[in-house]
Nanobody
């Protein structure tokens, strides 16, 4: 079992920045690819970003490419999502998730992840 706890969400003005953190316990994080997803009210959960076990490969949704950066520190068992140039449409509950799969083709798929955190709210509003 892996327990994931997200933090770092909050209220920010358009154009602002936030850094989300996801701390894992129970298993070594380096055993998993990690992803960030988000869900806005009335919408389905959607892929935001993912990173492979070593951190050498990263993946982004088109809507956040160039604005968000995913990274990981396997010593600290933590994954980060740096979010810059935030827009109102980025408002959502953000989840981190752990994936035992090795194929990057699966990293964008909600159903391929094995463990999920409870989420942290990000609100972008003036």
């Amino acid at each position: 079992q892996v327990q994931l706890v997200e933090s770092g969400g909050g209220l920010v003005q358009p154009g602002g920045s936030l850094r989300l953190s996801c701390v894992a316990s129970g298993r070594t994080l380096s055993n998993y690819a990690m992803g960030w997803f988000r869900q806005a009210p009335g919408k389905e959960r959607e892929f935001v970003s993912a990173i492979n076990r070593s951190g050498e490969s990263t993946y982004y949704a088109d809507s956040v490419k160039g604005r968000f950066t995913i990274s990981r520190d396997n010593v600290k068992n933590t994954v980060y999502l740096q979010m810059n140039s935030l827009k109102p449409e980025d408002t959502a509950l953000y989840y981190c998730a752990a994936n035992r799969q090795y194929s990057s083709l699966l990293y964008r798929m909600v159903g391929s992840y094995d463990y999920w955190g409870q989420g942290t709210q990000v609100t972008v509003s003036s």
